[in-house]
Nanobody, 123 residues
Framework: QLQLVESGGGLVQSGGSLRLSCAAPEFSLNRYAFGWFHQAPGKEREGALCTVNADGITYYADSVKGRFTISRDTAKNTVYLQMNNLKPEDTGVYYC????????????????WGQGTQVTVSS
């Protein structure tokens, strides 16, 4: 498994914003698809919130469309998740994941996972 390191989590009020980062020093962003996943407290990890393919094509789950934006900086080998208008139900651990097959990321079975970063949204 290749290294992915998330950062940027924290405590924010409802309606606020956070930007998560996923450092991927061992990856070529032009060869891998990346995704962000959410695990709410006491629940199983959900399917992909959003993904970005090696060619830059993005996908968003309905629950985050218009609020979250996935992006990447190939020069920094970093993938970002900009989260706006956060809601209490967005609370949980956010994981970055990557796979050379985009379908694996979309289906929630990528080969490479980060350790996660905690996001807490207060009401």
């Amino acid at each position: 498994q290749l290294q992915l390191v998330e950062s940027g989590g924290g405590l924010v009020q409802s309606g606020g914003s956070l930007r998560l980062s996923c450092a991927a020093p061992e990856f070529s962003l032009n060869r891998y698809a990346f995704g962000w996943f959410h695990q709410a407290p006491g629940k199983e990890r959900e399917g992909a919130l959003c993904t970005v393919n090696a060619d830059g094509i993005t996908y968003y789950a309905d629950s985050v469309k218009g609020r979250f934006t996935i992006s990447r900086d190939t020069a920094k080998n970093t993938v970002y998740l900009q989260m706006n208008n956060l809601k209490p139900e967005d609370t949980g651990v956010y994981y970055c994941a990557a796979d050379s097959f985009p379908s694996n990321v979309r289906l929630g079975r990528p080969e490479n996972w980060g350790q996660g970063t905690q996001v807490t949204v207060s009401s």
